[in-house]
């Protein structure tokens, strides 16, 4: 009960947004398909837990009569037994929007789920959602200011009720209060003041106590240590890190699911110029141990970003870095990784028009503002070397793309998927607890379903404002492309 309490002021307090699946981007921008209707669903998960999580959604297809959230975990005893559904509230200026808010009272992995009535009849959705307490703030010092002297008046007041309560309160109307009175009444009101010190001093000894008990439960990224010897990279997580005392990550997190599959998504990113970027898929050897044979790269500091899903379907992008000396001879590139060399970022920003190496071009509808906390549908096509809608374009990796955010600052770095920024293992889990087999498509990552359409779209939202480098992969024939883009968002 006290530790509720805490989270509940802090989250009065309010919180920054730290990292856990993606990098400084939590907000999580999903489309949802149930029968004939469409839901593009943003939900913006609280900094502290307990904590309220806004949702926002706009329909397409069939018409939407009514539209309800109900919040619950993805796995365990309690994704059984769901609470009370509430009623979203449609604008009043737009048919199609409806927004609401589900409290989300503890950390781990959620699902926002979604109760659809309209004219097709009854359909459910699913939204994951990743929830964790991210860090803690000191209290603003002019609230600070405010409440300690608010206090002090409390105490002084307190300490100046009981001595009336000794001295003017037993006297008749009109008379004084004798000399006994009087010192009985000095020596009450500094007993009253030592006692409420006592207490004052009691109360903030129990605050620090469960507020460094809170801050234990904000999450941490699970440190990792890389190596190098020659081409071959390991990535070794901190065995401190299956600590069942660390939420929200259970004692076997050690173990992890497939996410499009593969256990791990690395991204690696020269810096600070991010002119050469690769996507690789190390595999896991041993308890939180993956490996990796690199490809031919050029030699610099290079920035990495880790996506794995842990066995809870709790989602982490892992940091580290990596040194990579000129004398590395690298070995060809695996046929489901991929690579982008461009210009650096202090020449200029990139057009929304991409040569690829084999005369392929990838093009971005690039809107003609973009404004930070918006949530957009970003459209990028893939045309051949005549300049024509290319034919051969396939699945990677089970999807028509994949697209990966980054802030120049190395502040953001969100890789998402057409259907939206959850991990894939996670809408799984959150489809199969509704009874529904998964139905999301290309889930068989092993055998493409191509030809496909030659375009692509990624439903996100820039957490903040400043300057990004957006790297997509799209593959035609046996070639998996990267096109790399530059947004300025304000």
């Known amino acids: 009960m006290k530790t509720r309490l805490v989270a509940l002021l802090l989250l009065v307090l309010g919180l920054v947004p730290?990292?856990?699946?993606?990098?400084?981007?939590?907000?999580?921008?999903?489309?949802?398909?149930?029968?004939?209707?469409?839901?593009?669903?943003?939900?913006?998960?609280?900094?502290?837990?307990?904590?309220?999580?806004?949702?926002?959604?706009?329909?397409?297809?069939?018409a939407i009569t009514g539209l309800k959230v109900t919040p619950l975990p993805v796995t365990g005893e309690a994704s059984k037994h769901p609470p009370a559904a509430?009623?979203?509230?449609?604008?009043?200026?737009?048919?199609?929007?409806?927004?609401?808010?589900?409290?989300?009272?503890?950390?781990?992995?959620?699902?926002?789920r979604f109760d659809i009535d309209g004219a097709a009849g009854h359909q459910q959705g699913s939204v994951p959602v990743v929830a964790v307490p991210l860090s803690v703030l000191k209290m603003d010092k002019g609230?600070?200011?405010?409440?300690?002297l608010l206090g002090l008046f409390l105490v002084l007041s307190m300490a100046g009720i009981v001595a009336a309560s000794v001295t003017e309160a037993r006297v008749m109307p009109g008379a004084e209060a004798s000399p006994r009175a009087l010192r009985l009444g000095r020596i009450i009101t500094i007993a009253s003041l030592v006692f409420m010190a006592a207490a004052v001093a009691g109360g903030l000894h129990w605050w620090n106590v469960e507020a460094a008990g809170?801050?234990?439960?904000?999450?941490?990224?699970?440190?990792?240590?890389?190596?190098?010897?020659?081409?071959?990279?390991?990535?070794?997580?901190?065995?401190?890190?299956v600590d069942p005392r660390r939420l929200p990550l259970p004692p076997n997190s050690d173990q992890?699911?497939?996410?499009?599959?593969k256990v791990m998504h690395l991204y690696a990113i020269r810096e600070p110029e991010m002119d050469v970027a690769f996507h690789l898929h190390p595999t896991l050897v041993g308890r939180g141990d993956?490996?990796?044979?690199?490809?031919?790269?050029?030699?610099?500091?290079?920035?990495?970003?880790?996506?794995?899903v842990h066995a809870s379907g709790f989602p982490e992008t892992l940091l580290a870095t990596l040194d990579v000396p000129e004398t590395m001879q690298g070995a060809a590139l695996d046929p489901d990784d991929a690579k982008a060399v461009t210009s650096p970022i202090?020449?200029?920003?990139?057009?929304?028009?991409?040569?690829?190496p084999d005369g392929y071009t990838m093009v971005w509808d690039k809107p003609a503002a973009l404004t930070a906390g918006t949530a957009y549908s970003f459209a990028f096509h893939l045309l051949d070397a005549t300049g024509k809608p290319s034919t051969d374009t396939q699945p990677y990796l089970g999807m028509a793309g994949h697209a990966a955010f980054v802030k120049t600052d190395g502040t953001v770095f969100a890789h998402t998927h057409p259907e939206g920024s959850a991990a894939m293992a996670d809408v799984v889990l959150a489809e199969e607890s509704m009874g529904s087999a998964p139905a999301m498509p290309g889930m068989d990552m092993s055998s493409p379903t191509g030809p496909i359409a030659p375009n692509v779209s990624f439903p996100y939202g820039f957490p903040t404002a400043g300057r990004y480098r957006i790297f997509i992969q799209m593959k035609h024939g046996s070639v998996v492309e990267t096109g790399v883009f530059d947004a300025d968002v304000k």
């Open 290 to 308: 993956f490996r990796d044979v690199l490809p031919a790269m050029p030699a610099g500091h290079y920035q990495l970003y880790g996506d794995v």
């Open 143 to 148: 609230m600070g200011t405010i409440l300690a």
């Open 256 to 261: 992890f699911l497939l996410d499009h599959g």
């Open 214 to 241: 809170y801050a234990e439960h904000v999450y941490k990224a699970t440190p990792v240590q890389v190596s190098l010897a020659g081409n071959q990279l390991r990535l070794t997580l901190a065995a401190a890190r």
């Open 346 to 356: 202090s020449s200029g920003e990139l057009p929304p028009s991409f040569k690829l």
């Open 18 to 62: 730290m990292a856990h699946a993606h990098v400084g981007s939590k907000d999580v921008f999903e489309t949802v398909h149930a029968g004939p209707y469409t839901l593009y669903v943003t939900v913006r998960p609280p900094n502290v837990i307990p904590g309220v999580a806004t949702v926002e959604v706009r329909s397409t297809g069939a």
């Open 86 to 112: 509430d009623v979203m509230q449609v604008s009043t200026a737009d048919a199609s929007f409806y927004t609401g808010a589900v409290w989300m009272m503890a950390g781990g992995t959620w699902q926002v």
